[in-house]
């Protein structure tokens, strides 16, 4: 697999340093799976020197492919300044995604901040199979400053369960608050009897908070975890995590997407880029 080149169609401010990019000559990316991401890189010379990791927010036929990315360092903002007409580098796409929506699988999707990107995919997939009512999003930030796009995902027609920690959108509270009251409800509603799988991403200790309510509950769960990516292809050895079947797997390679069980209680032993010092 190699870098292409894509153009910035449009690059759409969110405030609070969100925005969303859309990308043209994307063609490779049509078949792209919610979860998978890609490697993307301006023309910057040597700062920043590596390409940086998004996941997808969606894909459409003509080679068009958006992202939501959130200026945190200086590759995001460099990125936040880009205009229509910029040539970006794309790698992609990488990675294993979530599991497609299943037929009497009622999918809680749980997504904390700038993470939320690859479960509106997935909640986009579950609207075209005609699944929509198979599966909600339970989406948190801080504030109503980190909740973007509502409109968009309730045009998907999938149930939307909003959370903010200051109360200023939504239930006040943290995601998992709202997402161990859905779990309740929904038990309550069917006797125990809907099967309930949980799709997670977001910050780590959201992801660890998410896994543990599931494995209490026997819930399956899958999370996307989130490393420092130099190359995104497995060959840097710099986003490896301790999982419980071996010693490490590769989170761009075999995730980013992981069955809560093999990287719950093992991987958050581990902070960003821990494998190879010398990503920047
Ligand atoms: C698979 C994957 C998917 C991602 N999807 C998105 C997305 O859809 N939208 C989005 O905005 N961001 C996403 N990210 C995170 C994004 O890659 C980082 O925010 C970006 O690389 C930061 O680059 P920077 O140069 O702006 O900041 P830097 O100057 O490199 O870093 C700024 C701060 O952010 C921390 N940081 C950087 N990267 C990460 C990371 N991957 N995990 C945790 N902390 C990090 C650094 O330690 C530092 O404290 C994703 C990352 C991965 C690995
Ligand atoms: S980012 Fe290089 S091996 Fe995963």
Redesign the pocket.
Known sequence: MRYFDARVIENRSLGAGYYVLRLGGCESLERSEPGQ?VMVRGDWERD?LLP????L?GVAPGGRAD???????????LLERTIPGARLSVLGPL?KGFPSPARGVTDLLVAGG?GM?PLFMQADRASRAGLAAQCEMLYGGRSSRDIVLVAEMRSLGVPLFLATEDGSLGRRGRVTATLEARIDEHRRAAGGATRLRILACGPKAMLWAVGRIARERSIECHL?L????ACGIGVCLG?AVPARSRPFRY??KEG?VFDASEVLDVAQLVT??AGNPALK
């Not at 992202?67 to 903002?77: F, I, S």
């Open positions: 991401f920043p940086r990791a998004f996941s927010l992202v939501l990315a959130k200026t945190v360092g200086r590759g995001t903002a990675g700038v990107p996307s989130e490393e420092q990516m986003c989170v761009c980013p960003p880029g």
